[in-house]
């Protein structure tokens, strides 16, 4: 016995000293409850990730003819009208583009709410705006601006070759495209 003993002290002083400095914790658990609890806990850190990654989607992008895609995610869990609050924020967020953008004003062309509850998700809106210039019309990005007036002013060229349109309607429509194209 003394020495199955001393044994059994020769093999746990060296784990003790050799051993790695971490601890385990063991839980003894059903087959069917370890398998629902690592389950739950990867469909949590999965969730996680999923709303860290809403929420670097979160921006606004520029998609051409004045038009701007805006993505916010959110809406605080507590909130019991998410879609009212993000649309409040969308408001100032869009409010301070056209402001940035020397707008006059914009209209939503999409809106897409996605409420998502499960696993506790962020509210995601997705809209589509337009911004307007003094006249109603989209206001464009100056280059984009300048290529459009361009294609117009050749358009107008090819019509007046054509016969279309005569030198003084060319005239006319000119003198505006002219102004874009040259800055003035």
Do not use: C, H, W
């Not at 199955?4 to 790695?20: D, K, S, V």
């Not at 998609?63 to 998410?82: A, F, P, T």
């Amino acid at each position: 016995m003394k020495k199955l003993i001393y044994l059994f002290l020769a093999l746990l002083i060296p784990l003790t000293f050799f051993g790695q400095n971490t601890s385990t914790s063991i839980s003894i658990t059903s087959e069917e409850e370890s398998v629902s609890n690592s389950v739950l806990k990867s469909m949590g850190s999965k969730a996680i990730d999923r709303n860290q990654e809403m929420r670097d989607r979160q921006a606004i992008y520029y998609l051409g003819n004045g038009v701007y895609e805006v993505i916010r995610v959110g809406g605080g869990s507590g909130r019991k009208n998410k879609e009212e609050y993000m649309m409040e924020d969308l408001n100032t967020v869009v409010n301070q583009l056209v402001i940035q953008k020397g707008a006059k004003s914009f209209k939503i062309i999409f809106k897409d709410f996605n409420k998502m509850i499960i696993m506790q998700q962020p509210a995601l809106l997705n809209v589509k705006v337009q911004l307007l210039d003094n006249d109603g019309n989209p206001k464009l990005d100056k280059n984009e601006a300048k290529d459009n007036a361009k294609k117009q002013l050749l358009e107008l060229k090819e019509f007046l070759d054509l016969g279309i349109i005569t030198q003084d309607e060319f005239d006319k429509k000119a003198g505006s495209l002219k102004k874009i194209l040259l800055g003035n």
